[in-house]
Nanobody, 124 residues
Framework: QVQLVESGGGLVQPGGSLRLSCAGT????????MGWYRQTPGNQRALVAIITSGGSTNYADSVKGRFTISRDDAKNTVYLQMNSLKPEDTAVYSC??????????????????WGQGTQVTVSS
């Protein structure tokens, strides 16, 4: 069964850096767009960055110049390099991917998957 497994969250001081990873596991034929979202208590989940299968990227204005999204298709993995972190970046970060994968009892199908979420806390 297809899953997205995240890693790399944690506690960091303002101005510090973290790198998040999100790996697709299971029977995967293709991965299309991949992205990172974040959510704080009482707020809706918001797009942070997205990367297409062709490598085009788009970022939320609040993270432009500080965050970089990248992907390694050989590893079915998307990364989010976060530099110059600010307290307002504190959130649960979740990855999302559009995947053509093998679904039990359904066969090959294309759908969106979400990771389990990882906490990023920026505090001194």
């Amino acid at each position: 069964q297809v899953q997205l497994v995240e890693s790399g969250g944690g506690l960091v001081q303002p101005g510090g850096s973290l790198r998040l990873s999100c790996a697709g596991t299971g029977s995967i034929r293709s991965i299309y767009a991949m992205g990172w979202y974040r959510q704080t208590p009482g707020n809706q989940r918001a797009l942070v960055a997205i990367i297409t299968s062709g490598g085009s990227t788009n970022y939320a204005d609040s993270v432009k110049g500080r965050f970089t999204i990248s992907r390694d298709d050989a590893k079915n993995t998307v990364y989010l390099q976060m530099n110059s972190l600010k307290p307002e970046d504190t959130a649960v970060y979740s990855c999302n991917a559009d995947i053509l994968g093998l679904v039990p009892s359904t066969g090959w199908s294309r759908r969106a998957y979400w990771g389990q979420g990882t906490q990023v806390t920026v505090s001194s």
